[in-house]
Structures are given as C-alpha cells and as structure tokens.
C-alpha cells in the first residue's frame, strides 16, 4: 500500500493561524491512524515544508513557532517512516498531469498518478490536508496528457481513512473493538450490529457516520468517529429524530442512553 502526502492540499485555503494548527492536528491524526494499520510507506514531497496554509505562512513557519505541535508532527512523520519519493522518481519532466485545469508535473499527485498508470493493482491514496475546497472529494480523476484519465483515492481525516481500510478490504468491519484503538469503532463493532434493536435509516450521514434508530423509538443512534474519543472513550451520540436535539451518549458496547452528556443546543442535521 502506498500512501501519497498532497502537498498541494495546502495552498493558502485558511484564514487563521488557528485553523492552520487544527489541520496540522487531524493531519497528526491521521498519520497515527496510518500507523496503527501498519501502512506500508507514506511518501512526500520536497516542498512539503515549503506549502503555506495561510498567505505567507508556510508549513515550516508553524511548526517552528509552535514547540509542542512541531514535536508531535515529527513524531508522527519518524514513526511512520515517510521518504521523500523524489530521489525514486517516476513521472518525466514535460509530461502533464491535470486536475481542475492545473497541471501537477513535480508534485505528488503526478507521481502516485504515474504509478498507479504502470501498476494499476496498487492500493493507496492521496492524504489531504483538512478545508482544501480544490481537494475536498473523496476521489480525483487526473489526466495525464490530455487523454488518460487517472483516478485517486483521497482521504483527510482519520474517518474517511478508516472507511477507506474497509472498502477496500485491509480491515475486517466484524472484528471485534480494541478499546486501546486510536480509530473510533466501525458500526458493526457497536451495539447498532444488533438487527433487532436498530435499524438503518436513509438520513443522509453524519460526520461521514451511518444514522441508525433505536426501533420502536424517536432516538437515533450515531457514532462519535473524532479520534479524541476513541478508545474506551469511544461512544454512540443519540438524539430525537423529531426534535432533532441531542439526548445524550451510550458507550459503543452498551444500550444505556447517558443525560449526563447531553449538550445543549447540539442539534443532528437530517437534511
């Protein structure tokens, strides 16, 4: 498996230095998460250091006026042991690779396009950073001079890489929960598994997480998927299905709705 850091996911799309730290966190995030799967090599650009999230701000600057959040993100990069692809470049100079009318020659997205080109079998995807509007699909189809047509897998958050691993079959949904996970559980690793007690609903998702109802109930029943609250933190968020407003918590492996976390004013939108 192969994945592919997108330098170009960070072309100056926020408007904060806040914001700019809260993507390079769920970027942290889903670096552990690659981690924890065993990812096979995550690779990067040269100038990833050099992108900036905020006008003359690159990367770099962040991390350097940032101690504690430049150590996590060095962590992260040692622990999964990510290379610069540069030196094993693939893709030739002159050669284009447009996506969205912009051509990414010397970038990774022509490089894992290049390489999914001469092995189609290879499985792996793009890892955005957070809020980019340019790289916010789940897919990207890419096309290499003019008439081939490349499509590559994104991710940007710990969820949808998560999803991603059981898409395409690196992890078994069924397995059961590892409490000391960093990954919030699937839905087939909660109580929602139980076919008797829930049902699926057709409500559009929420936080990339399938909407369930309690049957013969107005609670509906949905999987907290933030990192934060993984572990033996992990939990279901139940809310009213008329009201809409939140009811309070389970834990994944309980039926036992909690008050004691109900928020105040939290709504799920069903639209």
Sequence with gaps: ????????????QYYTIDQFKD???EFINCLDVLKEQNA???????NLYLMSGIHKTNLSDILRQNTDLSLRFKDSIQK??????ENAKIHKEGVTY?????????????????RKTQDRSIKGFLLNFVGSPIFSENQIDVIKESSQSILLDCNSNAT???NWFIEVGLIDPNTIYNPKSKLPPTDEQTVLIDKSKFERTSFPKNN???????????QLWVVDGATKHATDKAHIEIFHEVTRKHLGTSLYNEINLNEKYKVKDRQINLE
């Excluded at 498996?1 to 100056?12: P, Y």
């Excluded at 969205?100 to 290049?114: Q, R, T």
């Design 1 to 12: 498996m192969q994945v592919f850091i997108n330098e170009s996911s960070l072309h100056s």
């Design 23 to 25: 993507a390079i966190k």
């Design 40 to 46: 096979s090599q995550t690779s990067r650009s040269d």
């Design 80 to 85: 999964n042991n990510v290379k610069s692809w």
């Design 98 to 114: 447009v996506y969205k009318d912009v051509d990414y020659n010397g970038y990774s997205i022509a490089e894992f396009a290049e």
């Design 160 to 162: 949808s890489i998560s």
């Design 208 to 218: 990339g997480r399938t909407v369930y109802r309690l049957i013969g109930t107005d």
